[in-house]
């Protein structure tokens, strides 16, 4: 087993910027004023799971049940469609109970580990060792806890008004790649300007 550290930090960094936990601040603070309660460790537990499941048998598995990955990230596409038209049109999409609701979905799936995280997890055991995977995702895991930990902080930083003025914001930037990553697995195009 040789583990290159700056394997481990490119790995690291690939899978921060696509799992963009910081980007999804708004998000989370939404989720937990509808659910109360978003639970940072059972929520970056689960994500963990479903990526560590998905490197280890994610193609295996989809085959299973005869999904590729392109289907698999279709779906994801759309649940990730329906969060951002929450954030920009204020209505309310996903339903929780409040008793018991952790905002595990759409948070730990597809948010955190949404389908464009599990497919670079499969792409990045073509050049990278397993070891240095692991290590880069666990660290990107100690991210996701700690700013899932942070709300009450951001919330306070940020102010009511704030807080509303991100929430279009990034709604719009989940509706656009919720799009982008609809549009390159159906291999749909969009003419270009002036086209």
């Not at 708004?26 to 499941?53: E, W």
């Not at 895991?141 to 700013?147: D, F, G, L, R």
């Not at 989940?174 to 969009?190: D, E, H, K, P």
């Amino acid at each position: 087993m040789n583990i290159q550290l700056v394997d481990v930090i490119t790995t690291f960094m690939v899978l921060f910027a696509v799992i963009d936990i910081t980007g999804s601040i708004p998000i989370i603070i939404n989720l937990k004023q509808k659910s109360g309660n978003i639970q940072p460790a059972k929520v970056t537990a689960v994500a963990f799971g479903f990526m560590l499941l998905f490197l280890f048998m994610g193609e295996p598995l989809l085959n299973l049940f005869s999904v590729d990955l392109s289907s698999f990230a279709i779906a994801g596409s759309l649940v990730l469609f329906f969060l951002g038209l929450e954030l920009v049109l204020g209505i309310e999409i996903f339903k929780f109970d409040l008793s018991k609701s952790s905002a595990i979905v759409p948070l730990s799936f597809p948010l955190i580990a949404g389908a464009g995280s599990m497919t670079t997890l499969i792409s990045l055991k073509s050049e990278y060792d397993l070891m240095e995977i692991l290590i880069a995702l666990l660290l990107n895991m100690v991210v996701v806890y700690s700013v899932l930990k942070s709300t009450r902080f951001f919330e306070r930083i940020l102010g009511a008004v704030g807080i509303q003025v991100l929430k279009k914001f990034f709604g719009i930037i989940l509706l656009a790649v919720a799009i982008r990553l609809f549009l390159s697995n159906t291999g749909i195009q969009i003419p270009a300007n002036g086209a």
